[in-house]
């Protein structure tokens, strides 16, 4: 059996692949003028503050904190949305590459 700590570590090195292909200063704009953010890509549509205040901020940070390559704060956000009722439905890449699938290739020969 995968254990809870194992199977995290699956589902982000999965997600970051796909989101951001491991880039940490990853930004991507969309039309409506807002930004997905970081390895995991995470939207300023209503997680992190941009340029538009009205945003919700649910994980009460800027955007740009998303881009450091010290991840404690991208992983604190990304905890928050998988606590949301979409929760890893919220990505794209999560719904089209990894969800339901064996993903232990991803740590093989890692020490978790």
């Known amino acids: 059996a995968v254990s809870m700590l194992w199977g995290q570590h699956l ?3 999965c997600l970051a692949y796909f989101a951001s292909g491991f880039n940490t200063a990853a930004v991507d ?21 941009n340029l538009n205040p009205s945003v919700p901020n649910l994980c009460h940070m800027y955007c740009s904190d998303l881009l450091n390559p010290n991840l404690k704060d991208t992983v604190i956000c990304a905890m928050k949305i998988t606590q949301d009722p979409k929760g890893l439905g919220s990505w794209e890449a999560w719904r089209h590459h990894c ?14």
Do not use: P
């Not at 970081?38 to 503050?49: A, E, P, V």
């Not at 699938?101 to 890692?110: A, E, K, S």
């Open 29 to 49: 704009h969309e039309a409506d003028g807002s930004t997905n953010n970081g390895i995991f890509q995470i939207s300023s549509r209503k997680w992190c503050k």
């Open 99 to 112: 969800q339901g699938r064996d993903l232990t290739d991803w740590v093989d020969g890692c020490d978790l």
């Open 11 to 13: 589902i982000r090195v």
